[in-house]
C-alpha cells in the first residue's frame, strides 16, 4: 500500500534554530502539498508542487520558510530561524494532476520551538 | 477569508444514529468537493468525494449531500460507530482549472458515544 513519508514525526527546537521537515512522496504522484494543521486555521496550504516546480508558496511566510523539491521522490519544507508561533503540525500531501484522484497524506511532522 | 467552513466545531452522536456534518463554502469555482477522517497522531485520510455535477454520492454508511445554490454541503454517517470518532474535514477544489490544490475548512471533531 503506498504511502507518503515524512521525517522526523516529532522535533523540539529552541527558537532561533534551524528546522528541516522531509517527505517522500508516493511514486508517480505529480503533486506535492505541504500544509501547516493549527486549532483556528484548520489545513492551511503553504507550499504546492507540480512536476516538481514550485506554484503556490503564498501561504509561506517567505521571510523564514522555504520549500524545495531537489528531485521527485524528496521535498523539504526548511524553517530559518524558527519561532515559537511555529509550533504545530506539519503534513505532507501528495496527488495526481490533472483527474479526481485525492490527495494522500503523510503522518506529520510535529514541530515544538521552545 | 476561509473559503471552505465547518462551523460545528464539534458534534457528538450516539452509537446506532446518524451523524450529519455540515460544510459551507463562498468560492463558486469549486467544482469538487472531498471529506478527510482524521485520527490523532496520524493523517487526514480521504473519505468520499463528490463532483458538482452531482447532488448526492454514497459509499457504504457515508452519503456526501451537494447544494450547489446554497454553495452548502453535508456528510452523512448511518448508523454511527465508536470507530468513527474522529475529527472530519471538508475540502474544496476547481478541478476544471487542472489542479488539485485542496482548499480545507477547520474540521469538526465527532464523537459517538455509546
Known amino acids: 500500500d503506498a504511502r507518503v513519508t515524512q521525517t522526523p514525526r516529532h522535533k523540539v527546537t529552541e527558537m532561533g534554530q534551524e528546522v528541516t521537515m522531509r517527505c517522500q512522496p508516493i511514486l508517480g504522484h505529480n503533486t506535492v502539498f505541504w500544509y501547516r494543521q493549527t486549532m483556528m486555521q484548520g489545513l492551511e496550504l503553504l507550499a504546492y508542487f507540480r512536476n516538481r516546480a514550485p506554484l503556490d508558496d503564498s501561504g509561506m511566510p517567505k521571510d523564514r520558510f522555504s520549500a524545495e523539491m531537489p528531485d521527485a521522490t524528496l521535498a523539504t519544507l526548511k524553517i530559518q530561524p524558527s519561532e515559537p508561533r511555529d509550533s504545530a503540525v506539519y503534513f505532507c500531501?501528495?496527488?495526481?494532476?490533472?483527474?479526481?484522484?485525492?490527495?494522500?497524506f503523510g503522518n506529520g511532522t510535529r514541530l515544538t520551538v521552545t | 477569508d476561509q473559503q471552505v467552513k465547518q462551523n460545528s466545531p464539534s458534534l457528538s452522536v450516539q452509537e446506532g444514529r446518524i451523524s450529519i456534518l455540515n460544510c459551507d463554502y463562498t468560492n463558486s469555482m469549486f467544482d469538487y468537493f472531498l471529506w478527510y477522517k482524521k485520527y490523532p497522531a496520524e493523517g487526514p485520510t480521504f473519505l468520499i468525494s463528490i463532483s458538482s455535477i452531482k447532488d448526492k454520492n454514497e459509499d457504504g454508511r457515508f452519503t456526501v449531500f451537494l447544494n450547489k445554490s446554497a454553495k452548502h454541503l453535508s456528510l452523512h454517517i448511518v448508523p454511527s460507530q465508536p470507530g468513527d470518532s474522529a475529527v472530519y474535514f471538508c475540502?474544496?477544489?476547481?478541478?476544471?482549472?487542472?489542479?488539485?490544490?485542496?482548499?480545507f475548512g477547520t474540521g469538526t471533531q465527532l464523537k459517538v458515544e455509546l
Open positions: 475540502a474544496a477544489s476547481e478541478l476544471t482549472g487542472g489542479g488539485n490544490k485542496l482548499t
Open positions: 500531501a501528495s496527488g495526481l494532476a490533472p483527474g479526481d484522484s485525492p490527495l494522500h
